[in-house]
């Protein structure tokens, strides 16, 4: 309690008028935000290098490097272009990546099986950085089909030219073996098919893999946000879209579901993708979600942040630490971004 007789008198105006003050300010939040010490001292969110995981393109060719026009800065790598990224980034405190392969020319097929190719990109780069980093480095492959099927849908087309789920699992499953055969941590479905997580996780106990762990794309929307990434992997649909099987846009229960069952299936971490328009779906997963959630920041959000800045139109550095910011204060610990490198490499995550 504030003692009366001790309370010094309210300033009063030139005149003397007490009826031109106003009363004393009880809260003054402003107070913890004076200075940048401060600040540190207050924050609630921290983006830590432990917690992204840089995405990589990878080519079937040993060497070859192509620039993606559409993604500004990020290339697509053979295996030993790869390497040298990878050992660069470990510089920095990057220690994870997810790998999506490029399929070699001609190996299309309507089944996708060169997904499942042990000489494929992903499975060779994969042997290839684990034999080079050992357990320093955590590696995650992306497992679908599409970017190996003619049709370029992520799962087997049926004659009357729906994605056919039940037939696809084996497919996938077998995918999921040969990446973790060529020794992945961790196997990421982003397909959206039904019982995809069961069925991975079968397939990898019976043939030996039971600590190759599962990353879900649970709760992955139909996003015109996906664009620049179908450019890079070769990966568009060649009729229709998406609607079929990833998840509408409007809905938010339907992602608690996709999670739930994921879970009940072995799913070791979940996903949300993409992550900025979703961060109320991010919040959502990770209030329940009982595994580690991660929030993919998918290429047409690296790609709209690309294209403003350089235009000029926003502060890159600025822009990208608010946009990690949101995904982890929304309550997503791991972070899939193609920002990764640059914000270690730039200190842009450092200091808010
Ligand atoms: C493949 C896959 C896609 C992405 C990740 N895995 C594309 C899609 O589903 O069409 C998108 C990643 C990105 O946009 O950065 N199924
Ligand atoms: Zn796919």
């Not at 010490?37 to 040993?62: G, K, N, Y």
């Not at 590696?139 to 970017?147: F, I, Q, Y």
């Not at 084996?170 to 073996?177: E, G, M």
Request: with cysteine; hydrophobic share 45%.
């Amino acid at each position: 309690m504030i003692d009366e007789t001790t309370i010094k008198e309210p300033p009063r105006s030139a005149e003397g008028l007490d009826t031109a003050v106003a009363p004393p300010l009880l809260h003054r939040p402003r107070r913890t935000r004076r200075t940048a010490a401060l600040r540190e001292l207050v924050a609630e969110t921290v983006v830590p290098a432990s917690s992204l995981v840089q995405p990589h393109f990878v080519l079937p060719a040993e060497r070859g490097r192509e620039e993606i026009p559409s993604m500004p800065g990020i290339e697509r790598l053979g295996v030993e272009g790869l390497l040298h990224r990878v050992e660069a980034d470990l510089g920095l405190g990057l220690r994870s990546v997810l790998l999506f392969g490029i399929a070699a020319a001609g190996t299309k097929d309507h089944e996708g099986r060169a997904a499942a190719d042990a000489g494929g990109a992903v499975q060779r780069a994969v042997s290839r950085l684990r034999a080079a980093f050992g357990k320093d480095l955590v590696v995650m492959t992306d497992v679908c089909l599409c970017a190996y099927t003619e049709h370029g849908h992520c799962g087997l087309l049926s004659a009357d030219g729906e994605v056919d789920n039940d037939p696809s699992l084996a497919r996938l499953a077998a995918a999921a073996v040969s990446h973790a055969g060529a020794g992945a941590d961790i196997v990421a479905p982003s397909d959206m098919m039904d019982g995809r997580v069961a069925a991975l996780r079968q397939a990898l106990d019976v043939n030996g893999f039971e600590s190759v762990g599962i990353l879900s794309y649970a709760a992955k929307y139909a996003s015109a946000y996906y664009g620049p990434f179908r450019d890079a992997a070769a990966s568009a649909p060649g009729c229709g879209d998406r609607r079929g099987y990833q998840m509408d846009s409007r809905n938010v229960r339907e992602a608690l579901r996709e999670v739930t069952l994921d879970l009940e299936e072995g799913a070791d971490l979940v996903m949300v993708k993409p992550g900025l328009p979703y961060l109320d779906v991010v919040r959502r997963v990770a209030d329940l979600s009982p595994v580690p959630v991660a929030a993919y920041n998918v290429s047409g959000e690296f790609s709209s942040v690309k294209a403003a800045a350089a235009r000029g139109w926003l502060d890159e550095a600025s822009v990208v630490r608010e946009n990690l910011v949101a995904l982890r204060r929304a309550g997503a610990e791991i972070l899939v971004t193609y920002h990764g490198r640059e914000a270690l490499a730039g200190g842009w995550l450092e200091r808010a």
